[in-house]
């Protein structure tokens, strides 16, 4: 298995520019989301997933669109990046509904926005 | 709001000590807690899970212990490493708002 797995690693964009993290899973997790870290205020959840068609926002959302249309799948999409978006964008899935599933994370991806 | 606390927030040992890193968490509501491993530029390695009905959990050097009553969980590391050198985050699963909720972390250095 190859666990969770992110692309790209870094990416650099320009203020207004958009894009999309990709996030893949092949432990056949329902439960998948999205968190930025950030200095001093830890790890903080964008937007979450429960099953393939069903997404709902975190504590950080705007800025940010997410679609679950499979299960392996869950990519995270800037509409209009700005550098508040800097950050480095990790992704996790977890069995069981996420309830009471060990959480797995994905090597994360580092975005710098100018 | 829930809240978590990882106290020390930083320690540096000699290697071979026994340590303990705390972690306390103000939602009585929790499903599980579980503890991660964070090297410097990578992504977070799942060290130990605790389910609320659990009260420890052990892996290797590592035990991880939960009290919910008192909303604390502890991660002992026995006879520490320099690999064990890490920052070492709690986070537990909040049912009601279905996300996990992190600590700071603890910036654990292992001189040999």
């Known amino acids: 298995n190859a666990g969770v797995t992110q692309t790209p690693k870094f990416q650099v964009l320009k203020t207004g520019q958009s894009m999309t993290l990709q996030c893949a899973q092949d432990m056949n997790h329902e439960y998948m989301s999205w968190y930025r870290q950030d200095p001093g205020m830890g790890l903080r959840l964008i937007h979450y997933s429960v099953g393939a068609g069903i997404t709902d926002q975190g504590e950080v959302p705007n800025g940010y669109n997410v679609s679950r249309s499979t299960t392996e799948d869950f990519p995270l999409r800037l509409l209009s990046a700005a550098p508040s978006q800097t950050s480095v964008y990790f992704c996790a899935s977890s069995s069981s509904g996420g309830a009471s599933g060990e959480q797995y994370f994905g090597p994360g991806t580092r975005l710098t926005v100018t | 709001k829930q809240e978590v606390t990882q106290i020390p927030a930083a320690l540096s040992v000699p290697e071979g000590e026994n340590l303990v890193l705390n972690c306390s968490f103000t939602?009585?509501?929790?499903?599980?807690l579980q503890w991660f491993r964070q090297d410097p530029g990578k992504g977070l390695t799942s060290l130990l899970l605790?389910?609320?009905?659990?009260r420890e959990q052990t892996s290797g050097r590592l035990n991880a212990s939960l009290d919910k009553s008192s909303g604390r969980s502890t991660l002992y590391i026995a006879a520490s490493q320099p690999g064990d050198s890490a920052t070492y985050l709690c986070a537990f699963f909040s049912g009601g708002y279905n996300k996990l909720i992190f600590g700071a972390g603890t910036r654990l250095a292992v001189h040999p």
């Open positions: 605790i389910q609320s009905s659990q």
């Open positions: 939602d009585s509501a929790i499903y599980n």
